[in-house]
């Protein structure tokens, strides 16, 4: 079984407009895919740095002189590249959301398909994972995560049924969290909803939208002038972030005007929005939801 299908491979990697001779980094390493491209763009003297805080991906390790993998969290990228004697780089890449690896690895628990221990941690250095969540969190807590990162209107009685559950016996499985939540599970809806609410504990366990934020501020001082940042995101949390901080080098609010009343904003945006052709999505289902927006630091 493949690790992970890169998605939008060649479309991802174009839009960092490759100097062969530059430094690049791939935060979400993963399978490799995406690096591997990069990689067949450099010259003898190009860099590639990778970031993945999955141990599973450490495996994939590519063996290159011009490669390294920084086995940590890519909310560090700074303060890891500068360890490595980097101040600034050519190019940036993520490929944000869960890998293919970790949905088909049962016991990671981020799959609906499986039941597994109540985890979804991306690595298994954190303290918090779903059980966590799940057992622990109070009820305004839990309504949070659920309205905020499921988007569920459901949210408060989502809460209210986890808390009175759990007054009997502690909530241990993903099984359990389904049968518990069954009268929210109308058959015509059930993966949808379900897939929402995997998604808003997964992000609440790898505080995934702090992350974001964090690398997407720390980008603007890494990149170098003309530098590229391309960005792969699969819900409108991530998106929505993403495009905000691509327009406006901010995630709220307006940016400041120069003296003559125009915007001061530090990016260029490269082109429109790129969605994956229905050809990609029939080989790779995972595709779908795929969003990629490219920018050029002024």
């Known amino acids: 079984m493949e ?28 399978g490799g895919g995406h690096s591997k491209e990069i990689l067949n763009r450099l010259g003898e003297n190009g860099k590639l740095y ?8 450490w495996e994939n390790a590519l063996p290159d002189e011009r490669f390294t993998l920084i086995q940590e969290n890519f909310r560090y990228i700074k303060r890891f590249l500068r360890f490595h004697g980097i101040k600034q780089v050519d190019g940036i890449l993520a490929d944000l959301g869960v890998s293919s690896h970790q949905f088909d690895v049962p016991e990671r628990g981020f799959s609906t398909r499986f039941d597994a221990d109540l985890d979804m941690r991306m690595s298994k250095k954190n303290d918090l994972d779903a059980y966590k969540v799940i057992n622990e969190y109070d009820d305004a807590n839990l309504r949070r995560v659920f309205l905020d990162y499921g988007e569920l209107k459901i949210a408060p009685a989502l809460a209210r049924t986890i808390l009175e559950a759990r007054e009997y016996k502690a909530i241990s499985t993903t099984d359990e969290l389904k049968l518990i939540l069954q009268r929210f599970l109308p058959d015509q809806f059930k993966n949808k909803i379900l897939a929402q609410i995997y998604q ?91 969003k990629l927006r490219i920018a050029e630091k002024k």
């Open 3 to 30: 690790y992970h299908n890169p998605v939008l491979l060649k479309e991802t990697v174009d839009g960092l407009n490759i100097n062969p001779e530059g430094v690049y980094v791939d935060v979400t390493f993963g």
């Open 50 to 57: 990778a970031f993945d805080q999955d141990e599973d991906a």
């Open 200 to 290: 808003a504990i997964r992000i609440e366990v790898n505080q995934e939208m702090d992350v974001l934020k964090e690398f997407l501020q720390q980008s603007l001082e890494i990149l170098k002038p003309e530098g590229r940042l391309s960005v792969i995101s699969y819900h409108s949390l991530e998106d929505r972030l993403v495009k905000r901080f691509m327009k406006n080098g901010l995630f709220d609010g307006e940016p400041e005007r120069d003296f003559f009343g125009n915007f001061s904003v530090p990016f260029q945006l490269v082109g429109k929005l790129i969605v994956p052709t229905e050809a990609e999505i029939k080989i790779n289902n995972r595709a779908r939801s795929a």
